[in-house]
Nanobody
Framework: QVQLVESGGGLVQPGGSLKLSCAAS????????MGWYRQAPGKQRDFLAR??????MYAETVKGRFTISRDNAKNTVYLQMTTLKPEDTAVYYC?????????????WGQGTQVTVSS
């Protein structure tokens, strides 16, 4: 099993910045992709960004404002968020795609709350 532990959420004013972290752990697994999603109250969980060995993808809604990066040595993925807006308020979830013994798995973190408000 892969465990994902997110941190870095909190309250920030509109126009501010915040950096989320997600540390992955799990022996015997190869983590191929890591990403971020978010879910606002009453809405579906939306894709934000993904990083793999082949590259990076962003949702159009956050392109240019959010930056995903990964420290392979620490098995940690980050989401740097800038120019935050009230509509960015949501629970942010880390996601990882992993393989073990030829089988593929998807794991989710517990989520971290981000609130953008003055």
């Amino acid at each position: 099993q892969v465990q994902l532990v997110e941190s870095g959420g909190g309250l920030v004013q509109p126009g501010g910045s915040l950096k989320l972290s997600c540390a992955a752990s799990g022996r015997g697994f190869s983590i191929n992709a890591m990403g971020w999603y978010r879910q606002a109250p009453g809405k579906q969980r939306d894709f934000l960004a993904r990083i793999t060995n082949d590259g990076i993808m962003y949702a159009e809604t956050v392109k240019g404002r959010f930056t995903i990066s990964r420290d392979n040595a620490k098995n940690t993925v980050y989401l740097q968020m800038t120019t935050l807006k009230p509509e960015d308020t949501a629970v942010y979830y880390c996601n990882a795609g992993a393989t073990r013994l030829g089988l593929s798995f998807v794991y989710w973190g517990q989520g971290t709350q981000v609130t953008v408000s003055s």
